[in-house]
């Protein structure tokens, strides 16, 4: 960051662009900010902490999945706590975004499966949460009702170029979604557990959204019932509580189909390191503010509980 940082001041550079996954995007959005802003980049943490806006930028995604591209969100990692800090202003939002599906063709398997069960999570979690409106709930459920049509073709036939133009879209969606309506419970654990074992974003969102889905439901049975239906793994006369049920038997399948795996099977992850920082991880996740916005709240010893399910 350091270095892009300089790069922009030697060229005196107007505008910035960015092409890439959404490490670079969200490394590009704070290096355009922070030309017009004092302090340290541990105050930038939170929400509205970013008082100035920067050089405007340019937003290129190549993956389908992290949304990166339309919201006023950047997560970087501070390496030195190993926390993965949130930033949520206005002048972190780009300028312009030049969404091609074309440019999602090549992604290997494990990519578009990490980024596509993210995409899922955001649309899942607009529409489930405490700050959903209006606004937010057309755009979270048609993420899903793309996300339920495309996400396996495109895994399977990465070439198919329709279901990677439905997933640049859902991506698109979500994004647009969860930053006006905020993330939840997922997003809240699979940050710090990602920040200390290095875990890829978006895996450590699938090993987590059928467990915290299972948990959440039966506080909002209605919502998770139209996600369901969303995805088409209810009918729309379903009830609700049988929606949820095939629901959860839904997202199981899914990372199965995608081979996703479960905690203990990621590279580097123990055990020992796992019993040492869960009550960390946990206390990191409340910290961030995301659980606040779940329709069930859990304690801090339910978040180590839900860790350990997940295991
Ligand atoms: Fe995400």
């Known amino acids: 960051m350091a270095e892009g940082y300089r790069a922009l001041e030697q060229h005196d550079a107007g505008l910035l662009v960015t092409v890439g996954g959404g490490s670079p995007i969200d490394t590009a959005k704070v290096i355009a900010v922070r030309q017009a802003n004092v302090g340290q980049l541990s105050e930038y943490m939170g929400l509205h902490k970013i008082p100035n806006p920067g050089a405007p930028l340019v937003t290129i995604p190549t993956t389908a999945g992290t949304d990166s591209e339309c919201t006023k969100v950047a ?53 489930v949460s405490k700050k959903r409106n209006a606004m937010t ?26 279901a990677r133009a439905g997933m640049m879209l859902a991506a698109c969606q979500g994004g647009l979604a969860f930053y006006n309506s905020s993330v939840c419970l997922v997003h809240g654990m699979s940050r710090p557990i990602g920040a200390v074992f ?101 304690s801090q010893s339910k978040i180590v509980g839900l860790y350990k399910q997940a295991w």
């Open 75 to 127: 997560v970087i990692a501070d390496t030195e706590r190993d926390v993965k800090m949130i930033m949520l202003s206005a002048p972190l939002i780009p300028r312009a975004a030049i969404v091609d599906n074309e440019l999602s063709l090549s992604m290997p398997k494990r990519l578009t499966a990490a980024v596509g069960v993210d995409t899922l999570t955001h649309g899942v979690e607009a529409y």
């Open 198 to 298: 290095h875990l890829p974003h978006g895996i450590s969102n699938a090993i987590l959204l059928p467990t915290v889905t299972a948990f959440s439901w039966e506080s909002a049975p209605d919502r998770y019932a139209g996600v369901a239906r969303a995805l088409g793994c209810a009918s729309q006369t379903a009830s609700d509580r049988d929606a949820c049920q095939a629901l959860l038997k839904y997202l199981q399948k899914l990372n199965e189909f995608l081979e996703l795996t479960q905690l203990s099977q990621c590279q580097n992850v123990t055990r020992e390191t796992f019993d040492q920082q869960v009550e960390k991880i946990a206390s990191d996740a409340i910290a961030s503010g995301s659980p606040a916005n779940n329709p069930r709240q859990p």
């Open 137 to 162: 709930d057309p755009l979270a459920l048609s993420c899903i009702k793309l996300v339920g049509e495309h996400l396996r073709t495109a895994w399977s036939n990465g070439e198919d170029r329709k």
